[in-house]
């Protein structure tokens, strides 16, 4: 190793590393040591927050679609994330691959052909209705559009926007505190700022662990179903083992052109994939149903958005819709720098545009054609058998060339989840360090923190104890994004009064 390299891995904010990597040290252990605990401890945590604190979610989701709204169609659309003479420096095609290859990871490929399924087989509470009718397939959809739609990618947009302003026109560094400098000012370099940045570390691991764990269940049912390949009791640990091993390296080595390359091709097989399925499934089908639940969408947007489930049994918001929105807010922090990052130079309303209309239209493309094929083909009963995981491999059994086609969705589930949690990795070595590039034994301990903690919960072999994960890292994070609501606009309203001809 160099004497940079060497300075580099030695150079990290003590209190922000020191805290985060003895609590995720410690969880870890706990996990280990007293496993009955820690589930029930998770039972508890996953009831507590998404039963009293599920309508806080929802608002929160839905305040900020309406912060993004006003921030493409309003005045502050045309200013820039940076300097008058900042430049974007990507072309627009590479910069929405990034930012949507980021995002999504091998979720959309996990949930796309799953949870249509479910919801057709178990009709949502806010339709209601008989169950595997044409009607609870259109449901279905909708309300699968719903929840990787525009509340989505509101998440991620406001922070970006939120993050990229502050940075690139205050010139300060590209921490997830500094997206409250507006908020909270200077402060960002004390305390709130180190809590703020302490906290980003445990919701990406939250996040990410989420995305390993069910990750390692749907290659482990792949092989299974597909190939009759069992690994045992051990299978989860196996494949998160060797999921970790491949991005730790990756991350250590900074092989940032062999990562370009893996995503590159990964969009290839994503789309290629998605022709696949329409052109050899029930086309027609597929076009009507994805159009029809679009239209649905549209007319059920608002209630959809502040439905609670008033009187249901159950709790299928907290499995369902609080988990997604939990979900996306632990993804948040390191998403929002890595899109901040490369969309230096764009407008607020291209940016915003870019983050939130059109993924949300991909996300629409991908669900209504392999989950709508889901559908048409009814896997319920293979997702009643196999689990939810084995939706995507009993579509592919339906299909032409079965054998190829189980390849390449076993390869776009890898590569996806792999790119992701590279940049994870780097840029939770980036919040413990300040540093744009991070030193290797950093960048290398939290590639295996990431893989250790989400092999703790995947162990369990219960998808509730996963979904858990980002749902407890994530509570802190809606009152953090209402406080970075407000500061944006605040920041933004100063910025055009300061600079009425920017």
Request: net charge neutral.
């Amino acid at each position: 190793m160099s004497q940079t390299d060497l300075q580099n891995a030695r150079s990290f904010d003590p209190i922000i590393f020191w805290v985060s990597a003895s609590v995720t040290v410690l969880f870890i252990l706990w996990s280990i040591i007293f496993p009955e605990n820690m589930d029930t401890t998770i039972n508890a945590v996953f009831g507590w927050t998404t039963q009293k604190w599920g309508w806080l979610y929802l608002i929160t989701a839905f305040m900020l679609v309406v912060g993004c709204l006003v921030l493409l169609g309003g005045k502050y659309g045309r200013l820039k994330l940076g300097l008058p003479g900042d430049t974007p420096e990507f072309s627009n095609f590479s910069w929405f691959a990034m930012l949507f290859g980021s995002a999504i990871a091998a979720g959309i490929v996990f949930w796309g052909p799953a949870e249509p399924a479910y919801h057709f087989m178990t009709p949502p509470p806010y339709f209601g209705g008989e169950a595997l009718t044409p009607e609870a397939g259109a449901n279905a959809m909708t309300y699968s559009f719903f929840h990787w739609g525009l509340s989505a990618w509101a998440i991620y947009a406001i922070l970006t926007i939120a993050l990229a302003h502050a940075c690139y026109t205050k010139k300060l560094p590209l921490n997830f505190s500094s997206a409250f400098y507006y908020a909270i000012g200077d402060r960002i370099y004390g305390t709130w700022g180190k809590v703020i940045d302490i906290f980003a570390v445990f919701a990406t691991l939250g996040g990410l662990a989420t995305t390993t764990g069910l990750v390692a269940l749907q290659l482990s049912s792949g092989l299974k179903y597909q190939y009759g390949v069992e690994l045992g009791t051990n299978s989860i640990y196996i494949i998160i083992g060797i999921l970790t091993v491949i991005f730790t390296i990756a991350v250590y080595t900074g092989v940032e052109k062999g990562i370009k390359i893996i995503g590159d091709v990964n969009m290839w097989v994503f789309i290629g994939v998605w022709f696949f399925i329409l052109i050899f499934g029930p086309t027609i089908f597929l076009i009507n149903l994805t159009v029809n639940s679009f239209g649905q969408y549209l007319l059920h947007f608002l209630p959809m958005s502040l439905y609670t489930a008033p009187g249901i049994e159950g709790n299928w918001l907290g499995g369902w819709t609080v988990f997604y929105w939990a979900w996306w807010m632990s993804w948040a922090p390191f998403v929002s720098v890595f899109i901040a990052r490369i969309s230096k130079g764009r407008s607020i309303r291209e940016t915003v545009a870019a983050v939130l209309i059109l993924p949300t239209l991909g996300n629409f493309l991908w669900y209504g054609v392999v989950g709508g094929s889901g559908i048409s083909f009814d896997v319920t009963a293979i997702l009643k058998e196999h689990g939810v995981e084995s939706a995507i491999f009993a579509i592919a059994q339906h299909l032409p060339l079965t054998g190829i086609l189980a390849i390449f969705l076993i390869f776009l589930i890898t590569t996806f989840f792999i790119t992701s949690a590279n940049s994870a990795a780097l840029s939770l070595a980036c919040f413990v360090s300040g540093k744009e590039n991070p030193g290797r034994n950093l960048r290398a301990f939290w590639g295996i923190a990431l893989g250790a903690v989400a092999a703790v919960l995947a162990g369990t072999g219960k998808l509730k104890a996963i979904q858990t994960a980002s749902i407890a890292t994530a509570f802190p994070m809606i009152f953090l994004l209402l406080l970075c609501l407000w500061g944006t606009f605040r920041g933004l309203n100063k910025h055009i009064k300061e600079n009425p001809d920017s």
